[in-house]
């Protein structure tokens, strides 16, 4: 539950037609304004939560979190000398303010992300057209998942990869992983019940469910090894598969243990691609940063165990004034926050 709260700003007064504000009535305007949200501040709690700066035209221009609502608000109305140019700027332009209280800093945080996705805010760094970017999706709701592209990331029980920057990429991930592990693409509803399979069970890009030819375990074991592999996990994988293989030999089941074999080769050479980033095993994600005029440009990088596993690049706009802190700050918390779980690493919403 939030508390959710609305100020209405201190307006001009009107001019009649062909009047001006004097430069002393300006100045005498913006004093009134500064010490009416002042006043207004007066009253907002103590408690976290997110504040939104509105500017005369009622437009939102900054959305930000707060561990203590009242004290981070109120510094954006204290001593300009010590702030930093971007946010005199925003002073300057705030006209009116709304607030909602949150239970904790962390529904704060997922609060501010949403509101900045949905507002676009001036003054916030934020993902350049977000709403676009694609993702993986793994319905575990469905007794026989499918994996498949969509826009959309709901809190549903599902698995989210992503999001990509472009089209290509994720189409390019899901294809390499379609050809790694037999996982249906079809639609249809699953009843076991079907004559015969389709074409990919003959290829071996699915084990046929809809025939029963595989146990309902046995399919989920095949999204198992998926979901490591979209997680980078890929050494974890080959073990998997190779115990498998050893099993169906000593089951006598040699075409079976051909075709693991074959599986795990194919993702040895997939992963052979991926190039060396360290000597020593860990996860890391690392991102750069490129900048010019009001744009920047960071570069993700997602190392598992020795490797480089992935690559991806994302546009932010509104970094105009702020500090590379700030915008790498910024886009850290909203690829985060928009995922559930991310390409190559675990959510931490």
């Known amino acids: 539950m939030c508390e959710y709260n609305s100020w209405c700003g201190a307006s001009r007064t009107p001019l009649a037609a062909g009047e001006r504000h004097s430069g002393n009535a300006l100045r005498y305007y913006e004093i009134n304004m500064a010490e009416s949200l002042l006043e207004r501040l007066k009253s907002v709690p103590r408690k976290p939560g997110v504040y939104i700066f509105r500017n005369e035209q009622a437009q939102v221009i900054y959305v930000g979190k707060a561990a203590v609502l009242r004290t981070r608000m109120r510094s954006y109305f204290g001593g300009a000398r010590s702030m930093e140019h971007r946010t005199r700027i925003l002073r300057e332009k705030i006209a009116d303010f709304e607030y909602v209280v949150t239970h904790t800093e962390q529904e704060a945080l997922h609060l501010e992300a949403t509101l900045v996705k949905r507002h676009q805010p001036f003054f916030n760094v934020r ?36 999001p990509y920057a ?30 015969r399979p389709c074409l990919e069970y003959y290829i071996h890009r699915c084990i046929a469910p809809c025939t029963a030819f595989c146990t309902q375990e046995e ?29 169906a030999s000593e089951a006598l089941e040699f075409e079976r243990a051909s075709h693991v074999r074959d599986q795990i080769r194919a993702i040895e050479r997939v992963t052979e691609k991926q190039t060396v980033a360290s000597t020593r095993p860990l996860d890391a994600d690392i991102f750069g940063l490129s900048r010019k005029d009001a744009e920047a440009v960071v570069q993700v990088l997602f190392v598992r165990g020795v490797k480089m596993v992935g690559t991806d690049s994302f546009t932010l706009a509104g970094a105009a004034d702020a500090t590379d802190g700030e915008v790498l700050g910024s886009f850290i918390k909203q690829f985060f926050i928009y995922s559930y779980s991310l390409c190559y690493f675990e959510s931490i919403t």
């Open 166 to 195: 472009s089209a290509s990429s994720i189409r390019k991930t899901l294809d390499v992983t379609k050809k790694l592990f037999p996982w249906r693409t079809c639609t249809m509803t699953i009843t076991g019940k079907e004559a």
């Open 127 to 162: 993902l350049k057209d977000d709403k676009h970017y694609p993702y993986l999706k793994v319905d575990l709701n469905d007794p026989f998942p499918r994996i498949y592209i969509t826009r959309r990331v709901e809190k549903d029980g599902a698995r989210y990869f992503g």
């Open 219 to 247: 399919y989920a074991e095949v999204i198992r090894q998926t979901i490591l592999f979209l997680e980078g996990r890929t050494e974890e994988v080959i073990r998997n598969l190779k115990a498998q293989m050893s099993e």
